[in-house]
């Protein structure tokens, strides 16, 4: 049966669901039901998600999502959706460019409004030392000292492992739980749950129908489908294959669908370098 909804793993799906201005409210419900009540926001300002480096020469960072709030404080919302090699040293060299943005000339004391990163990851997170983490859908991380007290507490970095994610309807209890499912389940949607029926995800079903989608939305939107697929079909098939070869063969049919060298690397983790090599 053809889908009726957007598969929100897509790029296309992602930013059509979260990173258009008439999408604020959704994307502020989400980002309210994933921080603590303290941090809730209010309104929020896109920005623009391509960060240049100091000079010319330095690699730059292209955001997903780059938004703030009405206290300064920043907000990276992130797609991935296959693991990379050094995943976790790119999110945190993506957590300098809002940091370093705030820098001001002249006399300053330093004082800087809080970061966040948050990843949506379509894929498991990895290994882990504490058996009791491996079926955690969501991982805060913040800068600790040697006795776990937190020593900054204005840089978290926020990742959603969605495929330990696997509650039904019935179980969900609370804000974030419904926002997991919708995000998890959208696809596969033929009409909408009961559950749903305030008016934030009523505007969330509505913007994600492929029947509102004019042309040019439809072209994007199959397009970034067929990345998807071919995406997650190539990692299947070359499991055994071993992992780097399997990257390899993910940019051969990325580049072959016609994605530029930073979203290649993005997705595969390979260097710009290694993929023209190809």
Not at 125 to 142: M, S
Request: net charge negative; aromatic share 14%.
């Amino acid at each position: 049966m053809k889908a009726k909804y957007v598969n929100p793993f897509t790029d296309f799906g992602f930013k059509k669901i979260f990173g258009e201005e008439a999408s604020k409210p959704l994307l502020i419900d989400f980002l309210n039901a994933l921080l603590p009540q303290a941090n809730r926001i209010v309104d929020l300002t896109f920005k623009n998600p391509e960060q240049l480096g100091l000079v010319d020469t330095d690699r730059k960072a292209i955001f997903d999502i780059y938004c703030e709030n009405a206290n300064g404080e920043k907000f990276i919302v992130e797609l991935q959706k296959a693991e990379q090699n050094y995943f976790k040293d790119r999110t945190v060299f993506y957590s300098t460019f809002p940091i370093r943005e705030q820098a001001k000339k002249g006399l300053w004391d330093y004082q800087l409004k809080a970061v966040y990163c948050i990843g949506i990851l379509d894929f498991r997170f990895g290994n882990y030392e504490n058996p009791a983490e491996k079926d955690d859908v969501v991982h805060v991380i913040q800068l600790k000292n040697q006795y776990g007290r937190v020593f900054y507490n204005k840089l978290t970095y926020m990742y959603l492992e969605m495929p330990n994610f696997k509650k039904a309807e019935t179980e969900l209890v609370s804000r974030l739980d419904q926002w997991l499912f919708f995000l998890r389940n959208l696809e596969d949607f033929e009409a909408v749950p009961a559950i749903f029926a305030d008016a934030v995800f009523q505007q969330a079903f509505q913007t994600a129908e492929l029947a509102q989608f004019d042309p040019a939305e439809w072209d994007s939107y199959e397009g970034s489908l067929k990345v998807y697929r071919d995406l997650h079909a190539v990692i299947d098939t070359a499991h055994d294959k071993g992992r780097d070869e399997a990257k390899r063969e993910v940019a051969r049919n990325l580049r072959a669908a016609g994605l530029n060298l930073e979203m290649i690397a993005a997705a595969t983790g390979l260097s710009p370098s290694e993929i023209e090599k190809l």
